[in-house]
């Protein structure tokens, strides 16, 4: 990365690499954030996407190219201390008062500040008391000014059952000295319920019985949420090998009956993730009942948690407004009604049958917009909802329907979103962002069946954002040698020459004294035939006339990267009869 600055404008600094994630299809995804001086330029990442060989097939993300070069770390004059205690000023809380749930977190960035580039603290404070936070805070690293405050409250091996608001529940529990506690070892993660009694102390006792029959009214909404944190849990683990939010064996914590500490004498109707744990409140019985015994609002705040440790989508505009989509999405996705787009209609309002929260498929109904024309350009505080996080999802939401019902099959959903999640997502990914990476997305996954990236590519036009994409071209751009579709030894793919200007680029790994065959059949027009090596070079071609198929074989002489190119002669092209092509190498 650092060698290739150039290619991103940028002349100062470095690349460094902060992760690497390998996928269920061995490709790698290198996710680098640009540091200068030390220190790293917030909210810039780049990923680099590469095959199995190694070599590099996408790069997408955010970097900025105007950071000033000077030496940071000098310009660090606050101390870290200093920096918490101003966060706690600016938020009107005394240190002797607040309950932390987590110790305080600072890291050090260079930010831009309208235009300005400074140093920073990256605050974040986890607390209970005196009310329920989740803040993250930039605190100027010269001044000790706090620039922005936000608080993520991100709301909306013995056995047994229990009795939940739906019926009889199955319970793995732990037996201690004869005591049944709502703790599930049979995972490789931890799951542990909690009751805070209508407190705001988190994450409260423990929830256990003498036997294992939970089955006393007040333990309703612990059974509830204990069986459906494990139903979550299965979920991520079964379908993506996916070890808890952390995918690195985190306990999962879940409360209920919390409430809010500014107003404690007052039931809680919320639900939300806080960096730490999960927290479901009491419930007036009027807006909300037993807010846990809802699978999809439970699968929706744990997926908060796998977003913040993957994307990590900023939780402001339509960075924000994709991380409230993405956690409905997953919350949908686990409830497993492949008929039912409603959000949390098994607690919200309890009186009015038939209401909910939010509606994939008719996002208007509940006052979201459905389409970018109705996008609303609310302000990034937190009485405008930092940007319309909850308002705005229904954009996405709606896309989201739209491909679903379109393909049919929510597994591929699954994978498709899982797979854009915590590959191609970057923290401050745009409307369009997401579009590309659900369609690069499905392409990884679905390399022979062209319909389903053009599916997914639909939706998101369908709802405004961004262009359409030709029907069943769905490997474009692929024009150049750069966007070039990497193909699978054997494997048969079916596209378009769609214009008299389009051109087909898709890439092979030649082995030294290999041979790579590539035929192209079932031709339309007079479709020509090239392969070229990775210095641009035409190494050989088939040109036959009218509509006879086309051939090569050739043997490589230096290992590495080769192209196939697909042109029309003169500009002839079919926008209704595919050609197929298919390499062995």
């Known amino acids: 990365m650092s060698k290739n600055k150039d290619m991103f404008e940028v002349s100062v600094g470095e690349f460094v690499n902060e992760s690497v994630e390998v996928d269920s299809l061995n490709k790698k995804h290198y996710k680098n954030k640009l540091v200068v001086d030390g220190i790293p330029v917030y909210g810039t990442e780049v990923i680099v996407h590469t095959n199995e060989d190694g070599t590099v097939y996408a790069v997408n993300g955010n970097v900025e190219s105007n950071v000033s070069d000077k030496a940071w770390k000098k310009e660090f004059k606050l101390s870290s201390e200093n920096a918490i205690k101003n966060v706690l000023k600016e ?15 600072t890291e050090q960035y260079i930010y831009n500040d309208n235009g300005n580039w400074i140093p920073v603290y990256y605050v974040t404070t986890q607390f209970m008391a005196p009310y329920y936070g989740n803040v993250k805070s930039f605190v100027n690293a010269n001044n000790g000014q706090v620039i922005k405050s936000r608080n993520e409250i991100k709301n909306a091996a013995a056995t047994g059952t229990g009795t939940g608001l739906l019926g009889t529940r199955n319970l793995n529990l732990d037996l201690v000295s004869g005591r049944y506690y709502m703790r ?22 423990i929830v256990s019985d003498v036997d294992n029959v939970f089955n006393a009214s007040s333990q309703l909404d ?4 204990h069986a459906n944190m494990t139903v979550t849990y299965d979920f991520f683990k079964n379908k993506f090998n996916r070890n808890s939010f952390d995918n690195n064996g985190a306990t999962i914590k879940a409360t209920v009956n919390g409430r809010d500490p500014q107003y404690p004498s007052q039931p809680m109707d919320n639900a939300f993730w806080n960096g730490t744990q999960m927290v479901f409140g009491d419930c007036s019985g009027t807006t909300f009942a037993h807010i846990g015994s809802a699978l999809d609002v439970v699968g929706h705040e744990f997926t908060h948690a796998v977003t913040e440790r993957t994307a990590g989508l900023e939780y402001e505009n339509q960075s924000g407004a994709l991380n409230e989509s993405f956690s409905d999405v997953f919350g949908y996705l686990i409830e497993g009604q492949s008929s039912d787009w409603l959000m949390g209609e098994d607690c919200y309002t309890p009186g009015t049958p038939g209401d909910a929260l939010r509606s994939l498929s008719n996002p208007t ?174 190494v050989a071609r088939s040109e036959n006339g009218s509509t006879t198929s086309e051939s090569i074989s050739y043997t490589v002489p230096t290992t590495g990267k080769y192209y196939v190119k697909i042109s029309g002669y003169n500009g002839v092209y079919s926008t209704t009869t595919p050609y197929s092509l298919k390499a062995t190498f």
């Open 222 to 225: 612990a059974v509830d949420v």
């Open 365 to 538: 109904l509940y006052n979201q917009p459905a389409h970018m024309n109705q996008y609303q350009n609310l302000p990034n505080t937190s009485s405008g909802d930092w940007g319309g996080v909850h308002t705005n999802s229904g954009i996405p939401n709606k896309a989201f329907y739209l491909a679903a019902t379109s393909i049919n099959d929510n597994n591929k959903m699954a994978q498709i979103y899982y797979k854009a999640l915590t590959s191609y997502l970057t923290p401050y990914a745009q409307f369009t962002d997401a579009k590309n990476a659900l369609v690069q997305a499905a392409k990884d996954l679905y390399p022979t069946d062209t319909t389903i990236a053009t599916k997914v590519a639909d939706a998101y036009t369908s709802v405004g954002v961004g262009s359409s994409t030709p029907t069943g071209d769905t490997y474009e751009p692929n024009n150049t040698t750069s966007a070039a579709v990497a193909l699978t030894s054997g494997t048969t793919y079916s596209s378009y020459i769609y214009s008299s200007t389009d051109v087909d680029y898709y890439s092979v790994n030649g082995s030294y004294g290999r041979t790579i065959t590539v035929s192209l059949t079932n031709l339309p027009k007079d479709y020509d035939l090239y392969l070229v090596n990775s210095a641009g070079t035409v």
């Open 184 to 205: 599930d070892l049979t995972k490789a993660a931890r799951i542990e319920t909690y009751d805070a009694n209508r407190t705001a102390n988190f994450p409260g006792t």
């Open 91 to 105: 938020l009107n809380i005394k240190e002797n008062e607040i309950k932390y749930s987590a110790d305080p977190k």
